[in-house]
């Protein structure tokens, strides 16, 4: 006989484990918080007028910047040349705004040091300030936060979730709904205490953000289960399997099938991420933390809960069977 | 279906893809004078400023992009206006601050010294306060506001947004909210009625309780809440409205922002319409209703040049050349749907064009629904495509796989697709409730870049319900009808069995 997977036998293994990691996660978060992103950033701006343009200098402008920059040994992150409006008509005055962004780790005497070698660069170069009206900057940018759009997102999140497991309870039971919701309760403090844990670089609407995100991939992934369960449970076979057996069976068949959805997912956003700028792969790469919580929760914690309550709902539903009212029982008859 | 038909039913549906897919992708010249071009509709599409934006006609209008203006307080000049003034008679009044990227009036600012004093920082403080409840209120996506060089803000507003460039200019108003009234269209003649000047005299918010965006019926108008105090005042003022027209202004820190004429005397609240639309309405009425609820008197901020920003162009660099986000997300979508298109064809044969033709109907269907809606092209509308897309082509191969399963054990290719689809459908249907049901909670709750998001996402999971159940069943039924072996066709194999003797 083939050694069963006995999902049940595993609870305080999981539940132990969760534990372990919720109030490591706690801890840390309560000593150091989360590993929030600079929201800084260090611009060198160069203003120049329409001359320069006409005389189709900006290449050389932006030569000259990047050389200076090649001195002073930076590395800039970003380059933009924003037009100048005019405010009345919206139309272009003809000077531009050629913007250079660098990482908030450069120093800024540094920074500084360059803009001003590149202002006396480009002063002392009569072929390309043609009238002496390049000017270079350095800036230093921190971003503010708007907080109302992070408690929001997490609020609909939340409800995104809990309707969802409404839904799983009507259309699977609501022994599924139950463990649903306990899996995805447990995903979203899991998700809190490995970003405090792995102390992953995180914006300040991050947390927030990634536990809505791990509630919903929660329940997609549990919804997958359920239905993987529903299929499997209709089969003969699974009649004369205990609860234990059975979710076992399911779960343990159910690999495939789950991997299908969540791989290319995983390889979706790990592909966006891998090249995306860096602003968007700090969002893209830490969703994959989600996704991986919410594959541990539904392969192994939700199973091994949902046992117990398959057990007792399996028990009302035969209960209830054995009941049939004394006019059916005699027309039965 | 015969082979003919499946033919010529084929060539139509490609047809059709084909040209769908040029309207929405592919620039061509239009006419014969080579000056005008075919836009594509993924240019119409709004864009954020991270994926760029670019401007079109000679004069005004940006299709994507932002616009971005600097606020200075009082006292506070930037680096360029200090060296376009001359520099020997600047030294007296400023002092550099923050490595010289901008320069503080000595007297206003630094108090004699060369640090701002408390009372300057305070009053910062408060301002940008102000500025963050007033842009955050916007909602739109795009919107950031980032302190730059400690003492200026740096105000970025998506370009689809209306009166994005009138925006900038209420919001930087702070101050006290006054009603001014008079006969005649000029403010300055005006005598004030809101709040009582005198002795005990009292803040506006003592008579004008808030300011709101109101729509009805397409029509965006500003609804100012009086108090009775403030009612009773402002039906005093205007009681000889009905025999002269007067003029009615509401003003912010000195700066008019309502004008209206009043041919009657007023008693209830004011619903001001107009030429308002919901952001232009919205605009005005957050102003009113940030500087009401103002603890201290903010003195106004001035504002730097207005700049279009097209996109930031941060990522990959290649050479001299740097890609901004839509590129990069344009080749990681290209490597994306080879590897797609390559594992469906390896693994399920010639079917996998099934699910080839189902993708690139989806794909420009999804761009016409950004289009139409609109849905801003930025980060959560392309997270929203992408899982989109993955949905898609997982339920169409759970489709096939469970086809397959079917196939092996002997039925034939028709009662295994049909079978294979009974057995699938409500997993797959199940998937796409769940889904549209969670984006569409998240486009109503949320805001910003997540309900753009959950509105995208909705849309993406309908349509890839629709494709997955219907036209790929249709294409699949289609493509088939064009091979004498179905099994082979799709790469599907029977069970061995093996004989007992």
């Not at chain 2, 308002?276 to 940030?290: E, H, P």
């Not at chain 2, 999971?461 to 004498?484: P, Q």
Request: hydrophobic share 45%; net charge negative.
């Amino acid at each position: 006989m083939t050694k069963r997977f006995l999902p049940g036998k595993w609870l305080p293994v999981w539940i132990a484990l969760s534990a372990v990691l919720i109030v490591a996660g706690v801890v840390l978060f309560s000593l150091f918080g989360f590993n929030y992103v600079s929201p800084e950033k260090k611009t060198v701006e160069i203003s120049y007028d329409a001359v320069v343009f006409i005389e189709e200098k900006e290449d050389k402008l932006a030569e000259e910047c990047e050389k200076v920059f090649a001195q002073s040994g930076l590395d800039y992150t970003g380059k933009r040349t924003d037009s100048e409006l005019d405010m009345s008509y919206i139309s272009e005055t003809g000077n531009y705004l050629l913007v250079y962004t660098f990482s908030s780790d450069v120093k800024d005497d540094v920074l500084v040091k360059a803009a001003d070698d590149l202002q006396k660069a480009i002063d002392a170069d009569a072929n390309l300030n043609l009238n002496g009206t390049i000017s270079v900057s350095a800036h230093t940018l921190a971003g503010e936060q708007f907080h109302e759009g992070s408690w929001r997102a997490a609020i609909a999140l939340g409800v995104a979730a809990i309707v969802a497991l409404v839904y799983v309870g009507f259309r699977f039971g609501w022994a599924d709904a139950i463990t649903g919701l306990i899996a995805c309760v447990n995903d979203v403090l899991l998700t809190l205490s490995l970003f405090a844990l792995v102390r992953i670089p995180v914006y300040a609407y991050g947390p927030v953000l990634f536990a809505g995100i791990a509630a919903v991939f929660s329940v997609i992934c549990w919804l997958v289960q359920c239905m993987k369960m529903r299929e499997n449970f209709k089969d003969p076979a699974f009649a004369s399997l205990t609860a234990q057996e059975a979710v076992g069976l399911s779960v343990a068949g159910s690999w495939k099938f789950a991997c299908c959805f969540l791989i290319p997912v995983a390889v979706v956003f790990a592909v966006l991420g891998a090249v995306a700028s860096s602003g968007l792969r700090l969002f893209l790469l830490p969703v994959l933390l989600p996704l991986a919580v919410s594959v541990y929760s539904s392969f192994l914690l939700a199973p091994a809960v949902l046992v117990p309550f398959k057990s007792k709902f399996d028990k009302m539903k035969s209960s209830r069977k054995k009941y049939v009212g004394k006019k059916k029982a005699e027309a039965q008859e | 279906m015969g082979r003919i038909k499946s033919a010529i039913v084929l060539t139509l549906i490609t047809l059709i893809i084909a040209v769908l897919c040029v309207v929405c992708f592919v620039p061509f010249p239009w006419g014969s004078d080579g000056i005008h071009y075919f836009n594509p509709i993924i240019n119409w599409a709004d864009r954020t400023s991270d994926f760029g934006g670019y401007q079109y006609g000679e004069e005004a209008g940006y299709l994507g992009g932002s616009y971005s203006v600097v606020f200075y307080p009082e006292g506070v000049v930037s680096a360029k206006e200090y060296r376009d003034n001359s520099e020997t008679e600047s030294e007296k009044e400023y002092v550099a601050y923050s490595n010289g990227a901008i320069y503080l009036d000595k007297e206003e600012v630094c108090g004699g010294g060369t640090e701002p004093t408390e009372e300057f920082k305070t009053a910062f403080a408060a301002q940008l306060d102000c500025l963050k409840e007033r842009f955050s209120r916007l909602h739109a996506e795009g919107v950031s506001l980032e302190v730059r060089d400690g003492y200026t803000v740096r105000a970025t507003l998506p370009s689809s947004m209306d009166a994005s460039v009138a925006a900038f200019l209420y919001f930087s108003y702070m101050g006290d909210v006054t009603v001014l009234y008079g006969t005649s269209s000029d403010a300055a003649s005006a005598s004030q009625v809101i709040p009582e000047t005198g002795k005990d005299a009292k803040p506006a918010s003592e008579y004008i309780k808030g300011a709101s965006m109101r729509s009805n019926m397409g029509t965006a108008f500003v609804e100012i809440d009086f108090t009775d105090a403030g009612l009773d005042l402002l039906s005093s003022a205007t009681s000889g409205a009905a025999d002269s027209t007067g003029y009615l202004f509401l003003q912010v820190g000195g700066e008019t922002v309502v004008n209206l004429s009043v041919s009657e005397q007023i008693h209830d609240n004011l619903y001001i319409s107009g030429s308002y639309t919901n952001d232009s309405a919205k605009i005005v009425a957050y102003t009113i209703d940030t500087a009401l609820s103002s603890e201290a008197e903010l003195p106004a901020l001035s504002m730097g040049e207005l700049h279009h920003v097209d996109g930031n162009f941060e990522g990959l660099t290649l050479g001299s050349f740097t890609l901004n986000a839509l590129n990069i997300f344009y080749i990681a979508f290209g490597i994306l749907f080879v590897a797609m298109a390559v594992f469906f064809l390896i693994r399920y044969g010639r079917l996998g064009f099934a699910n080839i033709l189902s993708y690139l109907l989806f794909l420009p269907l999804m761009v016409l629904i950004y289009w139409a809606v609109p849905i801003t092209v930025g980060a959560g509308s392309i997270a929203a495509f992408a899982i989109s897309s993955v949905l898609l082509c997982v339920s169409n191969a759970v489709a096939y796989e469970a086809a397959r399963k079917e196939y092996a054990v002997g039925k034939t290719i028709t009662s295994s697709v049909k079978t294979g689809y009974k057995k699938t459908f409500w997993h797959i249907f199940d998937l796409h409730i769940v889904l549209v049901i969670v984006a569409l909670l998240v486009y109503l709750i949320a805001i910003t870049e997540l309900s753009l998001f959950g509105l995208a996402l909705t849309f993406g999971v309908a349509l890839s319900g629709i494709c997955s159940l219907l036209v790929n069943r249709f294409l699949w039924f289609v493509t088939m009808g064009l091979s004498k072996n179905p099994g082979k066709f799709c790469h599907y194999k029977r069970e061995e069995v093996e004989d007992d003797d």
